[in-house]
């Protein structure tokens, strides 16, 4: 079966800075990897998503997300954060049976 | 309204109530989802629903009834819960045939 680490529980970053959120999946061959965002009190948001091709992908809200099989990772990263971006990032994969694994999630701070 | 919407969107019951959870979908998906999103750990998948037929119950307890009369509704029966049910309850929808699942903004469930 396949499984979801992200290895940060918590992160705080400055606004301005750049940001990147770890995430190493354990499957046998390429899943389909996503990144998802929990603002507090709402729903999960596709942030963006892998499935094959081009390794770098971008997504909404100017995140973006690198596929490296070589590392079984799928990190995630953002330029420049805003306050808007405090939030919970989840990172979760999909092995081709249509069912998500989800990571334990990443909160992220942002001070002013 | 547009996307995965949940009704209601808290609910408060005692050990004793029945309460019913409503998922409703707007995406002409066929494919449904509840998880169960509790502190500090990993969403769990609990029940998934193919074009209205049950295909994953993920060793959930019975007090959680799920009911998918139409691949647009999705419902989660409540009865004779615990304290420890208190969570957020998510629905998510796609296409059967797809990986992408979209969701809803939960339901925050708190059991007395």
Known sequence: ?112 | ETGVTQTPRHLVMGMTNKKSLKCEQHLGHNAMYWYKQSAKKPLELMFVYNFKEQTENNSVPSRFSPECPNSSHLFLHLHTLQPEDSALYLCASSQASEETQYFGPGTRLLVL
């Open chain 1, 1 to 112: 079966a396949q499984s979801v680490t992200q290895p940060d529980i918590h992160i705080t970053v400055s606004e301005g800075a750049s940001l990147e959120l770890r995430c190493n999946y354990s499957y046998g061959a390429t899943p389909y990897l996503f990144w998802y965002v929990q603002s507090p009190g709402q729903g999960l948001q596709l942030l963006l998503k892998y499935f094959s091709g081009d390794t770098l992908v971008q997504g909404i809200k100017g995140f973006e997300a690198e596929f490296k099989r070589s590392q079984s990772s799928f990190n995630l990263r953002k330029p420049s954060v805003h306050w808007s971006d405090a939030a919970e990032y989840f990172c979760a994969v999909a092995a081709g049976d249509y069912k998500l694994s989800f990571g334990a999630g990443t909160t992220v701070t942002v001070r002013a």
